[in-house]
Nanobody, 121 residues
Framework: QLQASGGGLVQPGGSLRLSCVAS????????VGWFRQAPGKEREFVAA????????YYADSVEGRFTISRENAKNTAYLQMNSLKPEDTAVYYC????????????????WGQGTLVTVSS
């Protein structure tokens, strides 16, 4: 199971850190990805981190503003989001995959319940 948290209301230019805690299974065997889904839109890739944490992948829209990381000892992955924009508003989901650098929803096997991020003044 995956539990995402850390969402909330933030002003443009602000920051948030999302967490994704895993229970069951061997967390370090999986790639972790963050996706987001805005109202009326499809779920889209945001970032992914490899098993070791050394490989990271980002969507162009968040490159340079968001940072994905993980702590396998805590079965937790993070998404640090800086310089937030109104267009970042969405429900953010974490998922796990066995494919390095996976950016397609269909490559992810397990999903958390999502956490809402609202960027507004």
């Amino acid at each position: 199971q995956l539990q995402a948290s850390g969402g909330g209301l933030v002003q443009p230019g602000g920051s948030l850190r999302l967490s994704c805690v895993a229970s069951g299974g061997t967390f370090s065997n999986y790639v972790v990805g963050w996706f987001r889904q805005a109202p009326g839109k499809e779920r889209e890739f945001v970032a992914a981190v490899s098993w070791s944490g050394f490989g990271t992948y980002y969507a162009d829209s968040v490159e340079g503003r968001f940072t994905i990381s993980r702590e396998n000892a805590k079965n937790t992955a993070y998404l640090q989001m800086n310089s937030l924009k109104p267009e970042d508003t969405a429900v953010y989901y974490c998922g796990t995959s066995r494919v390095v650098g996976a950016q397609r929803v269909t490559l992810y096997d397990y999903w958390g319940q999502g956490t809402l991020v609202t960027v507004s003044s």
